[in-house]
């Protein structure tokens, strides 16, 4: 089972820019398909964007592409979502998670997720 310790979220303006960090320890890190995944008060989680082992293919929500990116570096067992011209309407706890078997944008998919790191844009 790998450990999920997410990082990087804040407040910021906006149109700012945040850099989440998400490392995991544990298991090999490489066999696995790590997503993002957003909640705000009163709402559902939703999916942000996901990238797969072996071929690092990437997806991401309609909201957020073109200003969020997705990238691993397996080396260092981490993945990171860079946000960009961030809007109030991302104000959320984002979630990092890992699948086992799937590449998906459904969070049924994943099996072990961290604890959050609290995203704020505003004035």
């Known amino acids: 089972q790998v450990q999920l310790v997410e990082s990087g979220g804040g407040l910021v303006q906006p149109g700012g820019s945040l850099r989440l960090s998400c490392a995991a320890s544990?298991?090999?890190?490489?066999?696995?398909?790590m997503g993002w995944f957003r909640q705000a008060p009163g709402k559902e989680r939703e999916f942000v964007a996901r990238?797969?082992?072996?071929?690092?293919?990437?997806m991401y929500a309609d909201s957020v592409k073109g200003r969020f990116a997705i990238s691993r570096d397996d080396a260092k067992n981490t993945v990171y979502l860079q946000t960009n011209n961030l809007r109030p309407e991302d104000t959320a706890v984002y979630y990092c998670a890992a699948a086992t078997y799937l590449c998906s944008s459904n969070s049924r998919a994943y099996d072990t997720w961290g604890q959050g790191t609290q995203v704020t844009v505003s004035n």
């Open positions: 544990g298991r090999t890190f490489s066999g696995y398909s």
């Open positions: 990238i797969c082992r072996t071929t690092g293919s990437t």
